[in-house]
Nanobody, 124 residues
Framework: QVQLVESGGGLVQPGGSLRLSCVVS????????IGWFRQAPGKEREGVSG????????YLLDSVKGRFTVSRDNGKNTVYLQMNSLKPEDTAVYYC?????????????????WGQGTQVTVSS
């Protein structure tokens, strides 16, 4: 059974940092593409970052470049999203997702497996 579980969200002040984790079970994470998405209230879900199988390529939304970094720990079957210099507009529920075939992309329909999400709130 495939399961993706996110953690690490919370309340942080502007300029602060958080590291989100996505623990994958049922698949060996190194062989698949993992994406990070977010959805703010009243907005569509958008692709934030991703890392392709074998770390061939990564993806970052323009608005998070220079602030967010995606990485993978194959020994823990976990993918991380390090978020620095957080801004109020980063507030959203963050999801990780797995794509069995193909490189990373910010297109939600390309991913077949999703976690339940973790809330990130950036506020003073």
């Amino acid at each position: 059974q495939v399961q993706l579980v996110e953690s690490g969200g919370g309340l942080v002040q502007p300029g602060g940092s958080l590291r989100l984790s996505c623990v994958v079970s049922g698949f060996t994470v190194n062989y698949y593409t993992i994406g990070w998405f977010r959805q703010a209230p009243g907005k569509e879900r958008e692709g934030v970052s991703g890392i392709s199988s074998g770390d061939v390529s990564t993806y970052l939304l323009d608005s998070v470049k220079g602030r967010f970094t995606v990485s993978r720990d194959n020994g823990k079957n976990t993918v991380y999203l390090q978020m620095n210099s957080l801004k109020p507009e980063d507030t959203a529920v963050y999801y990780c997702a797995l794509r069995r075939f193909g490189h990373c992309t910010g297109v939600t329909g390309a991913y077949g497996y999703w976690g339940q999400g973790t809330q990130v709130t950036v506020s003073s």
